[in-house]
């Protein structure tokens, strides 16, 4: 077999077989295909799309090129989440140990944030002591004993995903369904739960711009889930706005413990309530409305916020600053931005609010790059709210006084200020299981 008669036939549109899809992804992680003609595969691929088949084909070849992690020491069923990754998203803080308070086990791997959006890692790793690198033991033994544990990516995970979408970033060839699709589910199907809740974020601050890209993307991750045996739902949710008030790692787990306490935003407590919900429906513990209202009833009583104070102390962390979140180191510097017009908040571009974060020093301009993990940005007005010139739209944080000039540039320049009310917006746009897209 060779990779250019692979190249030509996707060129043309046609279809790749199980035996070509293999060879190509075993011979490109063992380094024998180049990375110009991957890239170029890459390219033909991102023009001639996939069909389903394909995609779950790739898909699971991309999981089987490394460790398929192996749960089974963990007793009853394990649900994973993920999110196509945006500004401000700290849900996975949230939901883990709602859900986990309810008797769902959940054995996660997550990432660092980079550029614009942010990691679940870093957030955690912002409370003084907590531990992301642990054994697998002792990984095992947490989500037995506590229900929820939440580390770095670790062993060889999906290495033919790691090649490949570093190869996509620098090729402009990320914006594929098939590809994004076969990229996080090879990952998903790798990490080894037994059901997958995927948050997939539409808007200016996400992969997908658009509702019908979202769900199109949705679609195919469910499809790939369920052919591969893992019960799989998705909601489609926004990131047209920043989601919460608060960015940056300290005071995303500040205002993680808020939602908790039930004094969370709207936007943020609706989004975590209903991906909890789906959590736990997939997990075989009600119907959709049940499982609501469990969540609900964990928030409520306590529970939830007892149970993520159980995760942090069992990884190391320090509960103090759970208990009370002044307890965290605080920036030496806060800047308020203020608004010089009358109106109403039009629009966020929320990749631009990400940056003016990263710049502060909450996130990464390189792999490379050290967090300051109590910089961020509070956002004192959101969309659709209304506004008087001069006041404050949001207060930045920092230890780096320099970055405060650009970062207010970027921040500003996000807002859009307009004369009338903009329509209003949800924060959830729609529910996607096997063949069924229910719209809310
Ligand atoms: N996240 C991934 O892991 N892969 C993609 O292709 C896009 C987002």
Not at 185 to 208: E, P, R, W, Y
């Amino acid at each position: 077999m060779r990779m250019y008669d692979l190249i030509m036939k996707k060129r043309s549109g046609l279809e790749l077989t199980k035996e070509e899809l293999t060879y190509m992804v075993s011979e490109y992680t063992k380094g024998e295909i180049p990375d110009y003609q991957m890239a170029s595969m890459l390219m033909a691929i991102y023009f001639q799309g996939m069909t389903d088949e394909e995609t779950a084909i790739l898909t699971d070849c991309m999981a089987h090129s490394g460790d398929m992690v192996d749960l089974s020491p963990i007793k009853g069923i394990k649900v994973d989440k993920h999110s196509t990754g945006g500004v401000g998203d700290k849900t996975t803080l949230i939901v883990t140990p709602i859900v986990a308070a309810c008797g769902v086990k959940v054995a996660k791997m997550s990432g660092r944030g980079l550029g614009h959006t942010g990691g679940t890692v870093d957030k955690l790793e912002s409370i003084p002591g907590f531990l992301t690198d642990i054994p697998e033991e002792k990984f095992f033994e947490i989500v037995n004993k506590v229900g929820v544990s939440v580390i770095g990516q670790t062993g060889n995970l999906a290495p033919a995903d790691k090649k490949m979408y570093a190869l996509r970033d620098v090729t402009a060839t990320v914006e594929s369904i098939p590809l994004i699709a076969a990229s996080i589910m090879s990952k998903k199907l790798a990490a080894g739960s037994d059901c997958i809740l995927l948050d997939v974020k539409t808007g200016s601050g996400a992969f997908m711009k658009t509702v019908e890209d979202s769900t199109e993307l949705a679609k195919k991750m469910v499809a790939i889930g369920e052919h591969n045996n893992r019960r799989t739902v998705a909601l489609i949710t926004d990131m047209d706005s920043p989601l919460g008030n608060y960015i940056g790692n300290a005071l995303e787990v500040k205002e993680a413990v808020m939602t908790l306490r039930g004094e969370g935003p709207k936007d943020l407590t609706e989004v975590c309530v209903e991906l909890a919900a789906n959590m736990m429906y997939i997990a075989e513990k009600g119907s959709l409305e049940e499982c609501k209202e469990q969540v609900k009833e964990a928030i409520r009583s306590g529970k939830a916020l007892e149970k993520l104070k159980e995760f942090i102390a069992a990884q190391g962390g320090d509960v103090s600053v759970i208990e009370d979140p002044a307890n965290f180191e605080q920036a030496a510097c806060h800047y308020e931005v203020k608004a010089e017009a009358d109106g109403y908040i039009n629009h966020i571009n929320t990749e631009e609010i990400g940056i003016a974060s990263m710049v502060l020093g909450a996130g990464r301009e390189t792999k490379e790059s050290i967090i300051d993990y109590s910089a961020g940005i509070f956002l004192e007005k959101k969309y659709g709210d209304v506004v008087k010139k001069g006041d404050v739209l949001g207060v930045l944080y920092t230890n780096n006084e320099a970055s405060i000039e650009s970062a207010a540039r970027i921040f500003k320049k996000a807002y859009t200020i307009g004369e009338t009310q903009p329509v209003y917006k949800p924060h959830i746009y729609a529910r996607v299981e096997a063949n069924k897209v229910t719209m809310f």
